[in-house]
């Protein structure tokens, strides 16, 4: 992805488009949304397939019947989404999901 160095660009780049939402500027600058950034870089696709599946509201054997595999390979994988984010439970493993944008409320 290209990124874009806000002290050299043009102001006219930015001509028409709407101003950034306060919590969304706040998120985008936050310590967090760089922590967030990391981890997604860091998982594995298998992973963030499974992010994605317990963000939408799938239980371990939802997502191991669309995945096609064991019930037990979910759990691992969940299990490592928990070490990675470090949180608790799969709800901290939805909130991930929403935040880095791999599934919506």
Do not use: Q, W
Not at 26 to 49: G, I, K, N
Not at 67 to 73: A, S
């Amino acid at each position: 992805p290209t990124t874009l160095d806000m002290d050299t660009a043009s102001p006219a780049m930015f001509d028409g488009m709407p101003p950034i939402a306060a919590p969304l500027a706040d998120h985008v600058a936050s310590p967090t949304a760089d922590h967030d950034r990391t981890v997604l870089a860091r998982l594995t696709p298998r992973e963030a397939e499974v992010a994605r599946y317990v963000g939408g509201g799938l239980n371990v054997e939802e997502i191991a019947v669309r995945l096609r595999r064991e019930k037990t390979t979910i759990i691992s994988h969940r299990r490592s989404l928990l070490r990675k984010i470090g949180c608790r439970n799969a709800l901290g493993i939805a909130r991930f999901a929403y935040r880095v944008g791999l599934t919506t409320p």
